[in-house]
C-alpha cells in the first residue's frame, strides 16, 4: 500500500464501476484485501498507513472499525451485484489486524461471505504480529475460518529487532508459528527483513535457520527500504545509521535462497519461498497475475476489470464518508492496454512460473534474447524465467523487456 495516494480521476458517490469493468469479473481470480489500520506502536522503517490509538480522532476506534468495513463491504456487494464470482481469497492485513479481537475477524469474514460468497477452498489470511496473538486467540481465529497466518518475524537478533523498533522478542515469532500449527492452521507464513544496517551475516544466517526450525511451509524475505519520512530514514539521513547496501542485501538474498532451498522450501516469486504448490499465497498470486480483487478499509487499492481505485487514507475520513453512505474512494481510473501490459510483464516475470513469451512485443523478445545470453533469463517452452543472477536484477530485466 503506497504511502501517498496518486491524484487521478474522481470516483463517483456511489462507488458504481463502468459496465465493461464487469462483464468478466474473476477471470484470473477474485479476492478480497481487509486493511487494519492499527498498531500497538509504530515500527521505525514502517510507512503504511497505520496508527496508533493516541493518533486516532474519533470515528475512528477499534471498537467501532468493524462496523464501518460492513458497510463498504456491503457498499461493494451493491456495486458488483452478482457479476462477480464467490472470493477465492481474503488477506486481511494492517498494521496489526490481531489487534482486533478474534470476533471482530470472524464477523468479517461473514459478512464476506455473505456478500459475495466464499469458494469451498478459499484461502483466508491473516497477518499478526507475534506478541498479538496467544494460543487461544489462534484456536479461535482458526474456528472463525482462516486458513493460513503471516507472522512478522524479520529478524532473530536482538539488536537488529531494535533497530527496526520492533516489540517482540527473539524467539517469540518462532513461538507463535508452533502455535499457529497447534491451533490447526494449515499454513503459516515467516517474514523476514534483511539489509538493516548493523546485522551480520551470522544474524541474518541465524534469522533462516529459525524460521526454518519454526516447521513453517512458507517464507517470505524482504530487502530493508529506507522509506521517507519514516524514522529510519531521519535516523540514517543524521548519520546515526550507515543507509543499507545492495551488495550486502545481494549477499543476504543469495543466503536466504540457498538455506530455504536447501530445507525444501521453492522460490515462487522472487521474494517468496513455499513448501509446495499448495503453501504458494493465492491471494498474492491474483495481484501477480493480473486477477480482481477488492480492497476495504482506509487507504486501500482495489482492480476490478482494468479499473483501479484507492480509498481515502485517514481511518476518520473513511468512517465519515461511509457514515454518510457514501464511496470512500478518493480517486480512480482506467488502465490503458499498454499500462495493463506493461504490470503483466512486471508482475509475471516475478513469478518462477515465468512470463508467456506471447506477452511480449517483438521488440520485447530480442531484448529477451540477450537477457537470455547475459544468464538472466532461461527459456522453459513458452516462458522465460528469470535465473538465480536475474532475480538479483529483476528490475533491470523487466525495463529491457518493455523498450
Not at 181 to 190: I, K, P, S, T
Request: include cysteine; charged fraction near 25%; aromatic fraction near 6%.
Amino acid at each position: 500500500m503506497p504511502s501517498t495516494l496518486p491524484d487521478g480521476d474522481p470516483a463517483p458517490p456511489d462507488g458504481a464501476l463502468p459496465a465493461p469493468a464487469l462483464t468478466d469479473v474473476g477471470a484470473d481470480g477474485f479476492g478480497i484485501y481487509v486493511h487494519v489500520p492499527f498498531c500497538a506502536s509504530r515500527c521505525g522503517y514502517c510507512d503504511f498507513n497505520t496508527y496508533t490509538a493516541a493518533e486516532l480522532g474519533g470515528g475512528a476506534s477499534q471498537a467501532e472499525y468493524v462496523d464501518t468495513l460492513v458497510r463498504e463491504i456491503e457498499l461493494a456487494g451493491r456495486v458488483l451485484a452478482g457479476a462477480a464470482p464467490p472470493a477465492r481469497t481474503i488477506f486481511v492485513g494492517g498494521g496489526t489486524p490481531t489487534l482486533l479481537p478474534p470476533a471482530d475477524l470472524a464477523r468479517i469474514v461473514e459478512t464476506i461471505d455473505k456478500t459475495f460468497g466464499l469458494a469451498a477452498d478459499a484461502e483466508i489470511t491473516t497477518e499478526a504480529n507475534p506478541e498479538s496473538v496467544d494460543p487461544a486467540s489462534l484456536r479461535a481465529l482458526r474456528s472463525a475460518g482462516f486458513t493460513r497466518i503471516s507472522l512478522g518475524m524479520q529478524s532473530a537478533a536482538a539488536h537488529v529487532l531494535a533497530v527496526l523498533d520492533r516489540r517482540h522478542t527473539p524467539g517469540r515469532a518462532a513461538r507463535a508459528a508452533h502455535e499457529a500449527r497447534d491451533a490447526g492452521f494449515e499454513h503459516v507464513n515467516l517474514d523476514l527483513i534483511y539489509g538493516t544496517p548493523g546485522e551480520r551475516a551470522e544474524d541474518f544466517a541465524a534469522s533462516l535457520d529459525s524460521a526454518v526450525a519454526a516447521g513453517v511451509d512458507h517464507v517470505s524475505a524482504y530487502s530493508l527500504i529506507v522509506e521517507d519520512g519514516t524514522r529510519l530514514a531521519a535516523r540514517v539521513r543524521r548519520g546515526e545509521l550507515p543507509a543499507p547496501s545492495d551488495d550486502v542485501a545481494a549477499d543476504r538474498y543469495l543466503a536466504a535462497d540457498a538455506a530455504l532451498g536447501g530445507a525444501g522450501l521453492s522460490w515462487y516469486e522472487v521474494s517468496n519461498w513455499a513448501r509446495d504448490e499448495a503453501a504458494r499465497c493465492r491471494h498474492n498470486l491474483i495481484y501477480w497475475r493480473g486477477g480482481d480483487w477488492w480492497g476495504f478499509g482506509p487507504g486501500a487499492h482495489s482492480h476490478v476489470g482494468g479499473v483501479r481505485w484507492w480509498n481515502v487514507r485517514h481511518p476518520t475520513r473513511y468512517a465519515a464518508a461511509l457514515a454518510d453512505g457514501v464511496s470512500p474512494a478518493a480517486g480512480r481510473e482506467t488502465l490503458t492496454a499498454d499500462e495493463r501490459h506493461l504490470e503483466d510483464v512486471m508482475l509475471r516475470l516475478r513469478l518462477a512460473e515465468g512470463l508467456p513469451l506471447d506477452r511480449l512485443t517483438p521488440a520485447g523478445l530480442a531484448s529477451a534474447e540477450r537477457a537470455v545470453a547475459d544468464g538472466l533469463l532461461e527459456l522453459q517452452r513458452d516462458r522465460a524465467v528469470l535465473t538465480l543472477r536475474g532475480r538479483l536484477l529483476a528490475d533491470a530485466v523487466v525495463r529491457d523487456l518493455l523498450p
